[in-house]
């Protein structure tokens, strides 16, 4: 357990390290923010004394030096638009993800497993066509498309639902709809697949030779072997949610990590960009070990090795 | 309350196909056989002759589709097993009939602890509540002579051997006293040491519980040791059907005595070994007439031309071939 845990941690900093040289340069090739946060008016002193003061002024490579310096003592910099350490504003911005995040998985999930092992137990019937074409469109729609479309036709056209920020009920129903497509796609496609092996296995035929009823022949003896796959795509979607989250929130003006970033990066405000992203890194790292600790958990056969 | 002489379970000219796209196996095509209280019925046949098809169709486990079943009758009890509604029948399933599968490993379901799979039935039943349930379980581990049953009773598939999986099965199967156990080779996939033993166990069981059982095997030794009743498959038919001490020592059908000549018996002096030429038919493309001419030593052109009559060489003792009698009589 303590050598996969290292090995698992080794892999991502090692990962992570790279995302966040490349994130650094990259933000800093968007150019100086000086000009952003410095009136047009503002004095050549003006200017480079603020450069200064954030180091702008020095080599991009003397900069990364020193964050890295920064970073190790525990230092993830200062937001420049919010003046505040980068940290607290991202720690912030986080639970309003995670509730977004929280409502749209257990909705995806729930909604995915009765869909998937329904169309599964009648293969080829009216159910399984329109789920399995529904699911292969929700997986393969993009975000970002699906997210404008749904906002001009239930929004501006219909005036349903509001166009952005959060609230009470109506505002949770299109960023979490929009949300919630892929990882649905994604699992009703993994949960169907399962779920017909499983409905053809052997030990299905074993719980009904006993005399079990249908209902618990599904819903226990199969689907609790088909939650194994589910458990097995769960880090793809935990990634997924996370890229959508960014689209999502910003279309919809969603307070979150994702909008936090996208903004942070139209200020050119780097400490928040890089203090997010690693941030951000550490979550998918507990993510995919708790992940990896539930499949332990739900696979005896893995448990005993 | 049908009367105690009347037969159990009753197989009549049952047919069943798997459909595939153009392709139709005709897997059962006309099977017939009886099964009286605690006997034990032995379904012998090469592999593909239909035996688990059929054993499957008893307990209504064909997934349809591909599997159709296109006619006959199956009666337990005097009740029409086919006919009823599924609810209805899974109810009779675990509770009057008890099914053991070859493969233990794959039959038993990986994420359950085995406890939980024994107490299943009694819970699934309404026979007895979780706890209660549990300690059946565990002494149903104990009986069918699992070490530790307590301890092993929360142990998963995967952490038992070969046989004692089988045990676990056997126990699930018993454990609301069936009067009908269905054993599809229940030890073919085990060591030759503890195929003894499990078939040992069988034995035991049925006797204590008078338990009728089908016993499907490739065994002729066993079948001649344990089967009151023999039923000879061939091409998804029962071509030959007896009392075991009738037709084992004079077979009348000539598939029959090719079997029995071709596997080594340990209960019978054997000169020699003579393997059946040729190869199982081809379920999708049965041969005309008799099933069995294009590898038969006696085939004549009627074989080839028409499906040969039921004769009755001695009572209760039937084989489906133009020649039965001459076969028979050793001629
Ligand atoms: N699910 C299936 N689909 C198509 N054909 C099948 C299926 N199951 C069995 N069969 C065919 O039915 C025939 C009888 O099979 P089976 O009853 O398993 O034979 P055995 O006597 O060895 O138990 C075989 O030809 C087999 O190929
Ligand atoms: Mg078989």
Excluded at chain 1, 278 to 299: C, E, P, R
Excluded at chain 2, 261 to 269: A, F, G
Aim: glycine letters at 8%; proline letters at 6%.
């Amino acid at each position: 357990m303590l050598a996969y845990l290292t090995r698992r941690a080794v892999h991502s900093v090692i990962a992570l390290t790279g995302l966040v040289i490349a994130v650094f340069f990259l933000a800093r090739l968007t150019g100086d923010p000086t000009n952003l946060y410095l009136p047009p008016e503002a004095s050549r002193e003006a200017r480079e004394e603020f450069s200064r003061k954030h180091g702008f002024d020095r080599p991009a490579t003397e900069q990364f030096a020193r964050f890295v310096g920064d970073v190790l003592d525990g230092n993830l910099g200062f937001s420049l638009k919010k003046q505040r350490p980068a940290v607290e504003v991202v720690l912030e911005a986080y639970p309003t993800t995670l509730k977004l995040a929280a409502v749209t998985l257990l909705i995806a999930i729930s909604l995915a497993i009765a869909v998937g092992a329904l169309a599964a137990y009648r293969p080829g019937r009216v159910f399984d066509r329109v789920g399995s074409t529904g699911s292969l469109i929700g997986a393969s729609a993009p975000d970002f498309w699906v997210a404008i479309t749904a906002i001009l036709l239930f929004a501006e056209s219909l005036r349903w639902l509001p166009t952005s920020g959060t609230g009470g009920f109506p505002y949770w129903v299109l960023p979490v709809t929009v949300l919630a497509l892929r990882p649905f796609g994604l699992l009703v496609q993994v949960v169907r697949g399962a779920m017909m092996d499983a409905l053809a296995s052997a030990y299905v035929k074993t719980a009904r030779a006993k005399g079990v009823a249908e209902r618990s022949v599904i819903f226990v003896h199969a689907l609790r072997n088909a939650l194994l796959a589910a458990v097995t795509v769960a880090g793809d979607i935990a990634v997924g949610m996370i890229n959508g989250a960014v689209i999502v929130e910003t279309v919809f003006g969603w307070p979150g990590v994702g909008k936090l970033m996208i903004d942070a990066v139209e200020q050119r405000d780097f400490a928040v960009i890089q203090a997010s992203i690693m941030i951000t890194a550490a979550a998918i790292f507990l993510m995919n070990i708790l992940i990896d600790l539930l499949y332990v958990a739900l696979d005896p056969r893995i448990r005993h090795q | 309350m049908p009367n105690a002489d009347a037969p159990l379970l009753e197989v009549d000219d049952l047919r069943i196909e798997f459909r595939s796209g153009r392709e139709i196996v005709r897997a059962v095509n006309g099977a017939s056989f009886t099964v009286r209280r605690g006997e034990t019925t032995a379904v012998l046949g090469e592999s593909g002759s239909g035996k688990s098809v059929t054993a499957a169709a008893i307990m209504r486990l064909l997934a349809s589709p591909p599997a159709h079943i296109t006619g006959g009758r199956i009666r337990f009890n005097g009740a029409d097993v086919l006919g009823a509604p599924m609810a209805q029948w899974r109810k009779r399933c675990g509770r009057d009939i008890g099914m053991v599968f070859q493969d233990a490993l794959a039959s038993l379901n990986p994420v359950f602890t085995v406890g939980w799979q024994i107490a299943e039935p009694f819970k699934a039943h309404g026979v007895l509540p979780a706890k209660a349930a549990l300690e059946r379980a565990v002494a149903l581990l104990g009986r069918v002579g699992i070490p530790e049953p307590h301890a092993r009773a929360h142990d998963y598939p995967h952490q038992f051997s070969g046989g004692m999986r089988q045990r676990v099965m056997i126990a699930m199967a018993i454990a609301l006293d069936p009067s009908l156990l269905i054993a599809d080779e229940p030890t073919t996939a085990l060591d030759v040491t503890v195929q003894a033993q499990i078939m040992d166990l069988l034995l035991d069981l049925q006797r204590e519980r008078h338990m009728a059982m089908v016993l499907i095997t490739h065994d002729l030794g066993v079948v001649a040791e344990v089967a009151d009743r023999v039923a000879v498959m061939y091409g998804g038919r029962v071509v030959e059907s007896g009392l075991a001490r009738d037709v084992l020592p004079r077979p009348a059908h000539p598939y029959t005595l090719a079997l029995l000549e071709s596997v080594p018996r340990s209960d019978i002096e054997q000169q020699q070994l003579n393997p059946i030429v040729g190869s199982p038919p081809n379920m999708a493309t049965l041969p005309s007439g008799c099933a069995f001419h294009p590898r038969c030593r006696r085939a004549t052109s009627e074989c080839r031309a028409a499906r040969p009559p039921t004769v009755k060489v001695a009572p209760g003792h039937h084989a489906e071939c133009f020649y039965a009698q001459q076969v028979f009589d050793g001629r």
